[in-house]
């Protein structure tokens, strides 16, 4: 069990590493059991050391999400992984994920061989997606994962979509953790802002459903939330941010039509977080090149 020997608490940090789309976000906010990071079948779109806060009886998880580890194309991805390599030297445990659908491959050896470089956290090794796999291919993938390092705590295979072995995992992670008090209060589950937390919402609406070179090209940035007076409405508006003219035109759509589903899909998700019913005003700008240009990704904070 996790609790420490003296009957103590344990606490401590954790990330989720591999390649993109192996499931991390969706295993990120599985555990915390709320939504935190963004998930969408479109790779690469986590880009902020993301917390979710797990509370246990005999404990707490502190999930650091990181973007997927990635070849970079442009300034914006090798900031990613710069933001992985520092997230990655100061957990306590790392979990390595694969997918049961897809034969392990360079891209998962690569990263985990490159796990060598923070002896200072323990290993476990997660075969996610065993919802959309047969028993034989878990099993294979347990087998090739298992393979891939000596120094694995556990290897877990689970799913984050059905729930299968998430508690198997919360408890193997807690019990590698250092003992000591709760790092956050209970009833949080994040430390982001509510405004890093309604762009991330946001973002993701507008990443439905188009085309692949968009994903990178779209940055939100919240301008202003403010309640209005006399009345159970807040006011929130955002710009979406993309890098050229034909994207502005995607994701406006025809007579607007596309940007009303984002705006309609981003305001289903942040009204819970509010707690009130919100208008949502969004307008879409062009940042040229913004993904290459160091003065514009600080600025749409990266």
């Given at each position: ?45 986590t ?8 509370n ?32 990655l ?31 200072r ?42 729930r ?68 159970d ?18 994701i ?15 305001r ?35």
């Amino acid at each position: 069990m996790s609790e420490a020997r003296d009957g103590g608490m344990r606490s401590g940090f954790v990330t989720f590493v591999g390649r993109p789309n192996v499931g991390k976000s969706t295993l990120t906010n599985a555990l915390v059991g709320e939504k935190i990071a963004i998930t969408s079948a479109k790779p690469q779109t986590t880009r902020r050391a993301i917390r979710g806060i797990v509370n246990r009886p005999d404990g707490q998880l502190v999930i650091v999400d990181t973007p997927g580890i990635h070849k970079p194309r442009t300034l914006l991805g090798e900031r990613l992984n710069d933001l992985v390599e520092q997230v990655l030297g100061d957990v306590d445990v790392i979990g390595f994920c694969v997918p049961a659908t897809e034969k392990v491959g360079p891209g998962d050896r690569r990263i985990a061989a490159s796990l060598d470089g923070y002896p200072r956290a323990k290993k476990i090794a997660i075969v996610t997606k065993t919802d959309a796999a047969d028993k034989d291919d878990v099993v294979e993938r347990l087998m090739e994962v298992d393979s891939l390092r000596e120094d694995w705590a556990a290897v877990i295979p689970l799913s984050s979509i059905t729930r299968d072995q998430l508690d198997v995992l919360a408890d193997e992670v807690l019990s590698l953790m250092p003992e000591g008090p709760a790092l956050y209060e209970e009833g949080v589950v994040t430390d982001e802002s509510l405004e890093d937390r309604i762009a991330e919402i946001i973002r993701e609406a507008a990443l439905e459903g188009v085309r692949d070179e968009l994903p990178h090209s779209i940055a939100v940035v919240v301008d202003d939330i403010a309640r209005r007076e006399d009345s159970d409405l807040t006011d929130v508006h955002a710009s979406i941010v993309v890098e050229r003219d034909s994207q502005k035109a995607i994701i406006i759509g025809r007579k607007g039509a596309r940007l009303r589903d984002v705006g309609a899909t981003a305001r289903a998700g942040i009204e819970p977080l509010i707690g009130t019913r919100v208008f949502l005003g969004l307008h879409v700008r062009v940042a040229k090149e913004w993904q290459r240009d160091p003065k514009q990704l600080g600025r749409l904070g990266f």
